[in-house]
């Protein structure tokens, strides 16, 4: 007879390790338990469901328990584990609904038990029309509410992944939509400058953000929330998005006595293997290791989940199978943005000890005289002192996938600059521009390596432009129509073409900050005032495509 396999946890993972353990061992006894009536279904797919993009909610369920049954896996739904005991081998709990008591035995354990939203203790919370969007039954009741005309007004508490995709979700319906943020920037996973382009992009789309405000209260009438009290202000709110992240649901191992990681998930080992002997961890509930900085670190994603569910099926049954750990690779999309990142961003590569430079690039899907293209903006990181790639972020309604999926693939290369600036990618009008803006970031990173230009961030720029005037200046490189249409206040305006003519009315003592509209230009002009002796000049990083508010506008 075969080894007895239970799994705690049914939705991503959890399944996963199931069906894999299955074909690796067909005479294993394999059960899901889980504490829902649902299982194995799209969690990422729940904002679109809610839409109306996707229309026919069975489509988010991968497996029912009559296709698991199919391949010789029992599904217990609706039962609530209480309790796992290491020594006797055994899981308990009760059947939600009539309370019955339940036990099992086995061999090989899988906790897969996910995380949770993270509920703030803050007045009102239990109000009608709060909701989360965790699971498949988070996203029915909301998808009821928000149907009704009643329903206008909708707040966001958060903007992450989850809460950004709702915010398109909600004014497909016709809502009208506020974020509430409590850093002081949305997207906090991405640098200031990447976020500044989606909040500017999502205010066109009519959503309102407000950052820097924590949400104190929630107000209501008749047992329904009404208005959302932060720091600042009182908005008007028929429902209420608690968007505020997740935690990992580790209390089962912590009772069992589980080792619990420094990042508050359950800790495993590459192999998927928790401190007792064959018991598994995976998913959401699980921590990982940082494969660039070697740390450990809690990344919940669907398609992390899925990975580490089938590396613990394959070892829970014999194999030597490894998760050696992820870099944060994600995307998104928002309207007509897709938003995506890969490895470290400037903050975190400064923290974690690096010298961090960027090249920031327009990136188009095709050639320039290809019609239909399409655009995103591109950030490449690196390491100033080893030239290796640390990270990427692109944003826009171009390839944004198609960018950061090389990026990744060049992390898991460590792959320097040089390597990149020289990768051999496919190229065709339809498909690409002649050089992929990716190879064009790594050339400007490479120049930056050697020296022949250095970069200065929009932050540091805005910071230097209200401290330092007196022995800084910003200078505009671009053409009239492009200066009349938008300007950072305060700044000297001479077209590049007229540069060489009009360098005299520039001071060389003060420190100059030149830029275009994404850097190409500046750049040439960068290399022109280093030739005429001037010695303090940098590049904007990303020129007026990352310079997001403080614009004179043509009136």
């Known amino acids: 007879m075969g080894k007895r ?57 991968s497996r029912t328990p009559g296709k698991f049954a199919q391949d010789g896996i029992k599904v217990q739904k609706n039962h609530q584990i209480e309790k796992i005991d290491v020594q006797s081998r055994t899981i308990s709990g009760r059947k939600i609904g009539s309370g019955e008591a339940f036990s099992d035995q086995f061999d090989r354990l899988v906790i897969a038990t996910g995380a949770y939203p993270i509920r703030p203790k803050i007045e009102g919370i239990d109000l009608g029309n709060v909701f989360y969007l965790r699971s498949i039954f988070d996203a029915d ?76 209260a929630l107000r209501g009438e008749g047992g329904k929330v009404t208005h959302v009290q932060t720091a600042a202000r009182v908005l008007e709110a028929n429902a209420v998005l608690m968007s505020l992240g997740v935690r990992p649901r580790v209390e089962l191992a912590k009772k069992a006595g589980l080792r619990i990681g420094e990042t508050g998930a359950i800790w495993v080992n590459e192999k998927m293997e928790t401190s007792a002997e064959g018991i598994y961890a995976a998913g959401d ?90 655009e995103s903006t591109l950030k490449v990181i690196a390491d100033q002192e080893t030239g290796c790639i640390l990270g990427g972020q692109a944003i826009g309604e171009g390839p944004s996938d198609k960018f950061i999926d090389i990026l990744a693939m060049a992390l898991h290369g460590k792959m320097t600059c040089k390597e990149l600036a020289n990768a051999d990618m496919a190229y ?7 050089l992929s803006p990716v ?19 929009v932050e540091e720029v805005r910071e230097k432009l209200s401290t330092s005037r007196e022995s800084f200046q910003v200078l505009d490189v671009r053409e009239e129509d492009e200066v ?42 960068c290399l022109k005032l280093q030739r005429e002796g001037f010695e303090k000049v940098k590049n904007i990083d990303g020129g007026m495509l990352c310079w997001c508010d403080d614009l004179e506008r043509e009136r």
């Open 5 to 61: 396999l239970l799994v705690i946890g049914g939705v991503a993972a959890g399944p996963k390790a199931a069906a894999k353990a299955k074909r690796c061992d067909p005479q294993m006894e394999i059960v899901i338990y889980q504490g829902e009536e649902e299982i194995s279904y799209a969690g990422c797919g729940l904002p679109y469901y809610v839409s109306g993009v996707i229309k026919a909610r069975d489509v988010l369920i």
């Open 141 to 216: 009741a909301l998808f009821e509410k928000v149907k009704s005309e009643r329903v206008r007004n909708v707040v966001i508490a958060g903007g992450g992944y989850i809460g950004l995709e709702m915010a398109e979700s909600l004014v497909q319906l016709g809502k009208n939509v506020k974020i509430v943020e409590l850093a002081p920037q949305i997207l906090t996973l991405f640098d200031g400058d990447f976020a500044g382009i989606l909040r500017q992009y999502l205010e066109k789309k009519g959503v309102e953000i407000f950052t820097s405000e924590g949400i104190e």
């Open 285 to 374: 509930c699980a921590e990982t290791t940082h494969l660039i900085t070697g740390k450990k670190v809690w990344v919940p994603l669907g398609s992390t989940a899925n990975k580490q569910g089938r590396v613990a099926g394959v070892n829970l049954c014999g194999g030597n199978a490894i998760f050696p750990g992820v870099m944060g690779t994600a995307i998104f999309k928002v309207f007509d943005f897709n938003v995506a990142k890969t490895g470290l961003n400037m903050r975190e590569a400064e923290k974690e000890g690096f010298h961090p430079i960027q090249a920031i690039v327009k990136g188009f899907d095709r050639a320039h005289y290809y019609p239909g293209g399409k």
């Open 428 to 434: 065709a009008p339809p498909f690409s521009p002649v």
């Open 439 to 457: 190879i064009v970031a790594a050339n400007v990173l490479t120049n930056k390596l050697e020296g022949r230009v250095r970069g200065i961030q």
């Open 484 to 525: 009349k249409r938008k300007r950072i206040p305060g700044s000297t305006w001479i077209p590049l073409w007229k540069l060489e003519k009009r360098v005299g009315e520039l001071d060389k003592k003060k420190e100059i900050a030149v830029h275009c509209e994404s850097g190409l230009r500046s750049y040439k002009a």
